[in-house]
C-alpha cells in the first residue's frame, strides 16, 4: 500500500501562482510513476501530468504545458505540482496518483492504483 496526502491547494487570482505537494508513506516510493489528475464539479477526472519513478521523464495535457511542472523528490518521498499563470478553468480538485513505473505515457486514471484525497485549487476571474 502507498498512503498519499495532498496540500498546497487554494483560492487564488487569475494570473497567480501555487504549488501541490503529495508525500507518500508506504511502499517505496521512488518504485512508482506519479500522477496528478483534477475533477471539476460536473466533470469527468482529467489526467494533468505524470513523472516517472527516477523523474527522468515528464508528460503533461496541452491545456497546462508551459504553465505547470511536475516534479518528484525521491529522498522526501514527495511530488510536486507547480502551477503558473492560472486560469479560471484549472478550478478543480487535484489528486495525486501512483501507477506502475514504466516509461510508457499513462493518462487514463484507472490504471493508477493508489490515490490521495484531493486538494481543492479555485482561480478567480
Known amino acids: 500500500q502507498v498512503q498519499l496526502v495532498e496540500s498546497g491547494g487554494g483560492l487564488v487570482q487569475t494570473g497567480g501562482s501555487l504549488r501541490l505537494s503529495c508525500a507518500a508513506s508506504?511502499?517505496?516510493?521512488?518504485?512508482?510513476?506519479m500522477g496528478w489528475f483534477r475533477q471539476a464539479p460536473g466533470k469527468e477526472r482529467e489526467f494533468v501530468a505524470r513523472?516517472?519513478?527516477?523523474?527522468?521523464?515528464?508528460y503533461y495535457v496541452d491545456s497546462v504545458k508551459g504553465r505547470f511542472t511536475i516534479s518528484r523528490d525521491n529522498a522526501k518521498n514527495t511530488v510536486y505540482l507547480q502551477m503558473n499563470s492560472l486560469k479560471p478553468e484549472d478550478t478543480a480538485v487535484y489528486y495525486c496518483?501512483?501507477?506502475?513505473?514504466?516509461?510508457?505515457?499513462?493518462?487514463?486514471?484507472?490504471?493508477?492504483?493508489?490515490w490521495g484525497q484531493g486538494t481543492q485549487v479555485t482561480v478567480s476571474s
Open positions: 508506504g511502499r517505496t516510493f521512488s518504485n512508482y510513476n
Open positions: 513523472i516517472t519513478w527516477s523523474g527522468g521523464s515528464t
Open positions: 496518483a501512483a501507477g506502475a513505473a514504466t516509461r510508457t505515457v499513462v493518462t487514463d486514471w484507472d490504471r493508477y492504483h493508489y
